[in-house]
């Protein structure tokens, strides 16, 4: 992932963050997946410890073609923990709508992964979604 930007890899780890805390609390399995996603982009965990503290972020610096990256990143947080909590997909749809992202198809899968929160959507049967 580094062909991103520091601005574009402190929005998609804070987004991430936001995503796990939004049944109230962040737990193991959540944290140690931003852990690796941070690993991934090349963040420390000091930089990943401030942006726990951020509060939003800002989705026009992200480039269109890492969006919908980023949307299944978000899906992924809201099964990391093996329950996808209401409050979750609430969260996951904001920050799709935020991302500008088709509200009809989030819609749609958010609809579908309420009726079978056991299926985990991959990153290529989500693009086909939303060609």
């Not at 987004?15 to 609390?25: C, F, H, P, V």
């Not at 959540?30 to 963040?43: F, H, I, N, R, S």
Request: proline share 2%.
């Amino acid at each position: 992932m580094s062909y991103l930007n520091t601005t574009e890899k402190g929005i998609l780890l804070t987004d991430l963050i936001d995503m796990a805390k939004s049944d109230g609390m962040v737990n193991f399995s959540e944290m140690t997946y931003l852990v690796w996603v941070a690993q991934k982009m090349g963040v420390s965990q000091s930089e990943l410890e401030q942006l726990m503290e951020r509060k939003s972020s800002a989705f026009d610096h992200i480039s269109p073609n890492h969006r919908l990256e980023q949307f299944h990143r978000l899906l992924n947080m809201m099964f990391v923990d093996t329950q996808v909590e209401a409050e979750e997909i609430e969260k996951c749809r904001e920050l799709a709508y935020k991302m500008k992202l088709d509200q009809n198809k989030v819609d749609h899968l958010l609809t579908e992964i309420e009726k079978n929160p056991k299926v985990m959507v991959d990153l290529e049967t989500l693009k086909a979604k939303f060609r």
